[in-house]
């Protein structure tokens, strides 16, 4: 199977398809977003490189980062975080708060908003400065300083953002939250703001595909037990309610982000990440989904 | 990795733990099962077979039917059955009929009961014999004619069951069950009340981890894209509101039941049963859980 | 103020209005019904009565039955039937399911249908003949020996009734159920299958109202404070998810079915019946809310 | 029936019971107070007065406040504030959130946390100084210029009201919450911490008992028809998820506090305030809810 001219033949196939999503409008910055945008990134467990589109233009990964945070945060303070969090599917979005009620304040997963709040409030314990040190984490395993925050995305988010707001403070009320969450919540939304292409997006994932689960400078990010265990959590729960959905169609463990950007990989064998704005109506980006749909069909290869 | 040696070795180091699971009693024919037996089988892609303890000894599989329930409707129904159940974990086991209710009586996925009798009611509707048929099917695919419908079980269940009666009642009030409750949840109890050993189960399951997708006489089952799929939502519903917690620790698709067995398969390589009558708090077998963690991390190979 | 002249004087206005209200299709007997029918019926304490409209027309009273069964119920058991059913209002019948879950079967007043169910099974634990024993009493309290069920409408019921069966069903699984289910719901559909015209059904509730709380004939029913505490869990649950609304706008305990008619009293001085078949979007009747709200702002007495 | 003697028994009959309820302790001001403080205090609708026990301390009315902050409301706004609260029962404490975001942001009734900060919005955006209104309106109807807020209970509740924060900002996401969550949590805690004694309590709700629906001093508050629509607010949902239990044992309009207060009248006949501070397990005041119930057990006279 020849993987660059599948992506291209797919690729094409695509944007001959109507685009059904609809952009995400209720982050004002990322109303302002291209919504013809279309790109795909694949790198292999060796290192090579595919990209096809608008693969180098930056764009919000939104909650992919929250993977990239919870890596850290693992990396970091091990199991003991599972004190804190769980790694069971959400169910519906609709259930979210009266999930966090019966819990008592313990989110479902890490990959649920208030679930990425409690590792945020784990990180702002452990690190001096968190905010600093997350953005280091990422430039490093993606070998690029060009990765940073946008200062206006995330105040975008943060002037709007009262479900987030409501949702910290609910969790607070349960003790699961130990610091202020107006910290919680200013490094949570920066988190969410980082931008990167979708070749960064690729190379930033490459270390949970490759064996030893090293990262492209060949170093160790995480234990290998550790890696495999993200990425079980991006099968059950990367995709809100639509993972099953995702899971059923592409059986990939991946992550999506409200940007339209989606990352996805094969243990061992690549990572590939797809960028288009507009979204389907779980909040997942439409081309993207069909995309790694047609992907793993044409290829023949899933991990199921 | 030699898998005898390590079955054997796991096998011996659970033996000398406290078993610290309960046995189900709410099926007062399944209480009578002996609570210390201890059973595992793996049978390879390429038919090589080892088994060790009860393996030999049949017991109730339950919930474990309904894969292969899902199976021949999967099959015989192609994609319309989507229409009728969706693919999604469902969330805590507390949220299953508020959950039914906001779906308008589409179950979340087929492996919860709600959805395992949608599929009894599409099979109603499509076979003259659906008892007999599925049983035949069953026997088929395993090349094993001696396994039978307990009928004291499904007698068993038929008179405690009220829990499922309301549940067939109520998603029969939203017209998602076509045929006469009665009858579809007389098949429903007996598909549960099915008996295997760990040898039968996991000959039953070879097909979904066979290239090809073929069962152990070379003949094909379903196509392999079902049965990729298949194995999609045994990842991420096979175990109640455990399905993120198996994924996270064993990292293979798999499927529980009641009287204590768990079949799991890693595609290409093989499938394993295991059988212990005590619970967790869960409701899956606690020393299944137990090899099968212990299992995957020794041979350091899941899907992920 | 003159009581018949105000009852005119509404019952002219709304006839002059349109009916926003949709008939009940669900139970197809009651499908049948004239759409049109309209009557009102008045008894005073001291037993003066007046009419208007179809106030002689029989219809299915439904739901308003359920207040008659605590009735009996209650005059025969006491204060024992709480530990079986609450007295709180359900909130949205959307959470009725997850209410009994959490509540473990316990439904949260007799009113609903949950609760009615529960009420049933008591009185057949208690009583020889249940259903004759039930309609004695209730043609006893009215002085009437016309009452009778209607047969037709009961097995309406019972052939659509899925979501009643399961309910009934659902706390039997919490034991709170304790004869056979099927019987159970027997009795119940017949309880709300009773058919009255809007005299006999003011008549049935004037004891609630009279001081002394004795029948038209003089007779004590119940004592004086369980009859003030049936008046409370009316005044608090008798209007399904309208029953805030109803005491809001009319300010008296009552009761609806999804027949059409409504009953409300107004303690020491008066019980008064009405009956339109189109119902709001609650399920209550939308001409029958509309005449006790004018009713109680021209007389300018509720009990508030 | 002798009012002075039978509240003079029934304190007398109370005092010699063991006090069963629990302080609240949530709020660290409030678990400062003495908690074998009792006091009771009626007021006639004539204006003959009696008190016993603590009836001239002062203490945290807390919750009790949104009546009175829902009649200043309901008097310079009319029934469009009805588009923005509701008037029904919230059924469990246990759905208060779901209920919100099936409802989308629209508060059950006013008396629920959610429904006084709506309220708080409406008058921020109606009143110049709406802290220094309300309670000059508080202190007007009282006829007592010595009502004041307490700053300590105010900056107690703001300090630890993250559940309350969560609620503000979860309303403000469905745009249910005009103005800016923080002033709006402001003026709520400060409504919450307004002091007063049993004899002030009975005499600020005077107006509710009082035939027109005038106050202390014969001047009109709200009109006739207002007043008995709170009433009946009160009535089904005054007591949180003992509002049905009330109602059935006591059979009087009523609000509790968190405080330990309650108050309840009999509207054309009088008010009654009753204070103590340990809380049975739903948050209402032990001593107070028995104080009632016998109160209107021995003078045989309820709105039933």
Known sequence: MNYPSS?????????????LGAIATYIPELAKVNPNKFGVHLITKEGFEFGIGDYKDQFSIQSISKVLLL????????DSIWSRVGVEPSGTAFNSLIQLESDLGIPRNPFI???AMVICDLLISQLVHPKEDFLEFVQNITGNTDIIYSKKVAQS??????????????????????NDPEEVLDFYFHVCSIEMSC?????SFHFLANDGFRNIHQEEVISMSKAKRINAIMQTCGFYDESGEFSFKVGLPGKSGVGGGIIALHPDKYSIAVWSPKLNDKGNSYRGMRF?????????SSIF
Chains 1, 2, 3, 4 share one sequence.
């Open 7 to 19: 992506i291209k033949d797919i690729y094409q196939t695509i944007l001959k398809e109507e685009d």
């Open 71 to 78: 890596s850290l945060a693992y990396q970091l303070l091990g």
């Open 113 to 115: 908003n208030a679930g």
């Open 157 to 178: 988010e943060q002037k709007v953002g009262y479900r987030n707001v409501a949702l910290c403070y609910f969790i607070k009320s349960f003790d699961n939250i130990k």
């Open 199 to 203: 070749q960064e997006l690729s190379n």
């Open 292 to 300: 790694l749909e047609l992907w793993t069909s044409k290829i023949e």
